[in-house]
Nanobody, 123 residues
Framework: QVQLVESGGGLVEAGGSLRLSCAAS????????MGWFRQAPGKEREFVAG???????YYSDSLKGRFTISRDNAKNTVYLQMNSLKPEDTAVYYC?????????????????WGQGTQVTVSS
């Protein structure tokens, strides 16, 4: 089992930045690939970014360039740096862990999920 706890969400003005954190506990964090997803009201959960256990990163094409995913295996933590935020980035952001080794963008291929953190971007 892996337990995931997100933090760092909040209210920010358009153009601002936030850094989300996801702290993991349980089984060996470094052996899992991690991902960030988001879900806005009335919309499906959307892939944002992923990072392999060797720190190879990949992104949603629509978000690449504004968002950066990283991980610190010594701290069992994965981060999502979000810059130039827009009102349409408003959503609940979730981190997730998967034991799959290839690039995984589909939510059903992730094994563990955090409870989510709200990000609200005001115009």
């Amino acid at each position: 089992q892996v337990q995931l706890v997100e933090s760092g969400g909040g209210l920010v003005e358009a153009g601002g930045s936030l850094r989300l954190s996801c702290a993991a506990s349980g089984r060996t964090f470094s052996s899992y690939a991690m991902g960030w997803f988001r879900q806005a009201p009335g919309k499906e959960r959307e892939f944002v970014a992923g990072i392999s256990w060797t720190s190879n990163t990949y992104y949603s094409d629509s978000l690449k360039g504004r968002f950066t995913i990283s991980r610190d295996n010594a701290k069992n933590t994965v981060y999502l740096q979000m810059n130039s935020l827009k009102p349409e980035d408003t959503a609940v952001y979730y981190c997730a862990a998967t034991s799959r080794t290839r690039r995984v963008r589909a939510s059903h291929e992730y094994d563990y999920w955090g409870q989510g953190t709200q990000v609200t971007v005001s115009s």
